[in-house]
């Protein structure tokens, strides 16, 4: 039987390339993707990697629906290893498994549904073009909901659709 969730991907913006069609890839061997959001601009934040690049860029961030006969346990080990071997000194910053069905797990490895999908507004707000039905198993809200009831709400500026980074 298959899984449904989310997973959120943020890269740097490089010129005018679009540099996730391989990191997309990476996803795979372990998920099938069911549907992409468009990606905004997250302006001005600060790198979560030690990349030599920058420590203050701009990043895209989209969210990334999909499906999966894999476990929570595998597919936490897949994503961590994608982010550990292909993303260091990269334009990717990485994959977030940010919910696994209606699963709620607390541990250091992985937290779910994930934080950011609610207290990120720009990962909130991808998440409800892809899945906006979908019911936070702990606050009881769907998605579409907690969007639009945050009262920071904000569209963040557009980048590009998701669509674009299948097309090869």
Request: charged letters at 20%; glycine letters at 4%.
């Amino acid at each position: 039987m298959s899984s449904f969730g989310l997973i959120s991907l943020s890269m740097k913006i490089i010129g005018n390339r679009i540099v996730g069609r391989h990191a997309i890839n990476e996803l795979a061997p372990a998920v099938i993707i069911e549907e992409i959001s468009s990606f905004y601009i997250r302006e001005g934040e600060e790198s979560s990697t030690n990349s030599p690049v920058s420590d203050l860029h701009n990043l895209i961030v989209g969210v990334i629906r999909f499906s999966t006969d894999a476990n929570i346990s595998v597919l936490g080990n897949y994503i961590r290893s994608i982010n550990e071997s292909n993303f260091q000194e990269s334009e990717i910053e990485g994959f977030k498994i940010l919910c696994f069905d209606d699963l709620v797990a607390l541990n250091p490895e992985l937290t779910l549904p994930c934080p950011t999908l609610f207290s990120d507004s720009i990962v909130l707000t991808c998440a409800t073009e892809v899945w906006p039905d979908f019911n936070h198993p702990v606050m009881k809200r769907s998605i579409s909901d907690l969007d639009y009831s945050n009262p920071n709400r904000q569209r963040p500026p557009f980048y590009i659709q998701g669509a674009e980074f299948l097309k090869f």
